[in-house]
């Protein structure tokens, strides 16, 4: 299976701003970016999305997409639209334990992994004739790539998905290939 993913544009937002599944726009053109991507992509494709604005907007300028709760962003709950500065102390309890950390009303990123793996799974069992793009979060997105790729939870982090830009795994019988990341 030849897997796009695309990490949605710049959000509309003020820098250091906790916004998970706040659903806020975008600060550029869907358009201008999904022409900017199309030459990266297959001619045809099987395209999935996050039905969060900032997703669907650029999906929706792909083509028809199936939209999917499951994409979405980790949920902060009482932690979305305020100021990491705004968090306090507790932002130290999410650093000691990135995983299982579950900030007040929202869920951990184990919660999110178990989420997005099951969309996952689903997709590889349908096993799908032509090629799958995936637009969506960098939490989806980290934990899709991380997964396919056999790193540990724990390194996922370090999957930078730039908002706007693709990568591509090619998922095979024998395992993944990274073909390119961040364009």
């Not at 039905?51 to 499951?70: K, N, V």
């Not at 994409?71 to 979305?80: A, M, P, S, T, V």
């Not at 102390?89 to 299982?100: N, S």
Request: aromatic residues 8%.
């Amino acid at each position: 299976m030849e897997l796009h993913l695309i990490r949605h544009p710049r959000p509309a937002i003020e820098p250091g701003t906790c916004y998970g599944q706040l659903d806020v726009g975008i600060a550029e053109s869907a358009a201008e970016v999904a022409a900017r991507l199309r030459p990266l992509l297959p001619e045809r494709f099987e395209l999935h999305a996050s039905p969060l604005a900032r997703a669907r907007m650029l999906a929706d300028e792909l083509g028809t997409p199936r939209l999917d709760e499951r994409l979405k962003e980790i949920h902060f709950g009482e932690w979305e639209g305020l100021a990491f500065g705004d968090i306090g102390t507790a932002i130290d309890d999410w650093a000691a334990d990135p995983l299982g950390f579950r900030a007040p009303g929202g869920e951990s990123a184990r919660e999110m992994t178990a989420r997005v793996l099951q969309w996952l799974d689903e997709l590889q069992a349908a096993a799908p004739g032509t090629p799958v793009v995936v637009v969506a979060h960098g939490g989806p997105l980290r934990v899709l790539a991380g997964h396919l790729l056999g790193l540990p939870p724990e390194r996922w982090l370090g999957l930078d998905f730039g908002c706007g830009q693709a990568t591509r795994l090619d998922v095979e019988s024998w395992g993944v290939a990274l073909r390119w990341f961040n364009r």
